[in-house]
């Protein structure tokens, strides 16, 4: 229910970070890119099948140690249809892997097509009366602009499917503020008044451990932030953007988590892909570089945290 | 530049309405789902292909009538990838009709993401030293609230290839005022400060005709909302959702229009593809039951409005 396999994943490896897989054509070793250049052409074909080359070496090397991944859809869609078929066999891949899989698509729309995305990607689309997976990830990441009826589609799909969502709150880019801190009249600002929503859609769908199945993204760029809102969100799990390239530190980041060291998770994304260039190794070795990464982020992130454990 | 192919279109047509191709297999006729399944089996392709088959039938119908059309990705992506290539051949086959097309994503995200989702919808990809189109639409609704760094990445693509955006400004759902009719402290509302700020983004990228390439979206349902935020935008255009099956009337989408009968365009979606539904006409039929309704809609707005003409 809600995030619990994802909790479960985290204190089994006692890992709470997630790799974000955004994968630029850039980050992916020449010789991958290469390789499928010489097979499909300059094509849209060739670029989707070198990042399911580059997604599967990764999650090869880090399933054991990592508790989920987070696939942008951006990075998928750049690349058309064929991209797009890659994020969905790189979902499935992890999946098998044991990892938990949070598709970071910020989707967002009023109830009847919030439905379809939620069919999208956690649930299930019937054709001629049987129930296809299309995405079938574990986690969503959306945008609440719209209210709660954007939001009760997904709420429905988590109970019956176990799965959850992840509701922009405060996010991790220097812009944020413009909209998002704006005070309210209420004297709340707008991201408090949206983490407010989210504890509201939570209580419908809680877990056996304390959270919710509606977690909130707040950035490791605002610590500040991240403390208040641990404090007046208990029930609702963050997933926690801009450790590292976006400047965000493991000290800051610790005010997200509870006292088991649980309530988050941390994603590093151009930081483990890119390991293998920040490190200098040979390019065919990125996939050992990112396991190292892995493993520096976590040791990071948990020296600032009690041990972690689930709840009594 | 901006969204002037989508004025020109909408002059030459006399007819500012868009065609919203949000396909619920449901709504495409039996025997189109049959026919595809019964070659592809009970698969997502089957129900991807057969969504193409009706989008097709339906622009051909409507093209030299209607001056645009806006799939809803979200239909497309709970087919998977399949759907999501149906996605990507509906556009190209509008544009080919010559029909200006919105993507309908709402997509957002921080500014090197949003850079990944204006390439795939707007821009292009590079592989390999080659630029490739991902979707290539002509404009895409975006969600604003993460600010100014959200939007940027797509101003400049604007720029550079003639596309369009449209900002969620104030949606058409019963639910919207939760967020977006809260008062700031400034005393204005969530959703006219979001209407501010489209304004402020619209000065970098502005048309021949008054309206710059940041539009907004303001639901049919909210009339009031519509005659305000026209008055204080005036370089907006409106993709106005809602109108029909949601609720909205021809009257109160005309607070949406200046005095040349232009700076909004309003959606039907369900109105337009099940109208072969509501006629209770041969579900073969459907496509020309499809065009009636687009010209009994745009008769149906127009008679509220005063001529429609490029302004001098």
Same mark, same amino acid.
Request: with cysteine; net charge negative; charged share 25%.
């Given at each position: 229910?809600?995030?619990?396999?994802?909790?479960?994943?985290?204190?089994?490896?006692?890992?709470?970070?997630?790799?974000?897989?955004?994968?630029?054509?850039?980050?992916?070793?020449?010789?991958?890119?290469?390789?499928?250049?010489?097979?499909? !052409?300059?094509?849209?074909?060739? =670029?989707?099948? =070198?990042?399911?080359?580059?997604?599967?070496?990764?999650?090869?090397?880090?399933?054991?140690?990592?508790?989920?991944?987070?696939?942008?859809?951006?990075?998928?869609?750049?690349?058309? &249809?064929?991209?797009?078929?890659?994020?969905?066999?790189?979902?499935?891949?992890?999946?098998?892997?044991? /990892? &938990?899989?949070?598709?970071?698509?910020?989707?967002?729309?009023?109830?009847?097509? /919030?439905?379809?995305?939620?069919?999208?990607?956690?649930?299930?689309?019937?054709?001629?009366?049987?129930?296809?997976?299309?995405?079938?990830?574990?986690?969503?990441?959306?945008?609440?602009?719209?209210?709660?009826?954007?939001?009760?589609?997904?709420?429905?799909?988590?109970? =019956?499917?176990?799965?959850?969502?992840?509701?922009?709150?405060?996010?991790?880019?220097?812009?944020?503020?413009?909209?998002?801190?704006?005070?309210?009249?209420?004297?709340k600002t707008v991201y408090a008044a /949206?983490?407010?929503?989210?504890?509201?859609?939570?209580?419908?769908?809680? !877990?056996?451990?304390?959270?919710?199945?509606?977690?909130?993204?707040?950035?490791?760029?605002?610590?500040?932030?991240?403390?208040? /809102?641990?404090?007046?969100?208990?029930?609702?799990?963050?997933?926690?953007?801009?450790?590292?390239?976006?400047?965000?530190?493991?000290?800051?980041?610790?005010?997200? &988590?509870?006292?088991?060291?649980?309530?988050?998770?941390?994603?590093?994304?151009?930081?483990?892909?890119?390991?293998?260039?920040?490190?200098?190794?040979?390019?065919?070795?990125?996939?050992? =570089?990112?396991?190292?990464?892995?493993?520096?982020?976590?040791?990071?992130?948990?020296?600032?945290?009690?041990?972690?454990?689930?709840?009594?």
């Open positions: 229910m809600a995030f619990d396999r994802l909790i479960e994943n985290i204190v089994n490896t006692q890992n709470p970070s997630v790799v974000g897989l955004d994968p630029r054509l850039e980050y992916v070793p020449r010789f991958i890119v290469e390789r499928r250049i010489e097979k499909h !052409g300059r094509t849209l074909k060739a =670029a989707a099948k =070198a990042i399911l080359d580059f997604n599967k070496a990764i999650i090869d090397e880090i399933h054991d140690i990592c508790p989920a991944i987070k696939p942008q859809a951006a990075y998928y869609e750049m690349y058309g &249809f064929e991209g797009v078929k890659t994020l969905y066999k790189t979902i499935q891949y992890a999946q098998e892997k044991g /990892m &938990f899989v949070i598709t970071d698509g910020k989707r967002n729309d009023i109830g009847a097509t /919030m439905e379809a995305y939620a069919a999208a990607h956690l649930g299930f689309s019937e054709v001629g009366g049987e129930q296809l997976e299309a995405f079938g990830s574990d986690a969503l990441t959306v945008n609440g602009y719209l209210g709660t009826d954007g939001i009760s589609p997904l709420l429905s799909l988590c109970k =019956a499917y176990d799965k959850g969502i992840f509701v922009l709150v405060k996010t991790s880019n220097k812009s944020s503020g413009e909209l998002q801190d704006q005070k309210l009249e209420s004297g /949206m983490g407010d929503m989210c504890e509201k859609w939570g209580a419908e769908v809680m !877990g056996r451990y304390g959270y919710s199945g509606v977690g909130a993204v707040v950035g490791a760029t605002y610590p500040e932030q991240l403390e208040e /809102m641990r404090k007046a969100l208990p029930t609702t799990f963050f997933l926690v953007p801009g450790y590292g390239a976006q400047g965000g530190g493991a000290e800051g980041v610790s005010k997200g &988590f509870d006292e088991n060291g649980l309530g988050a998770i941390v994603n590093s994304s151009r930081g483990v892909m890119c390991a293998y260039k920040k490190e200098g190794c040979d390019e065919h070795d990125f996939a050992q =570089a990112a396991r190292r990464e892995v493993i520096r982020m976590k040791e990071d992130i948990i020296s600032f945290l009690p041990k972690i454990v689930l709840p009594e």
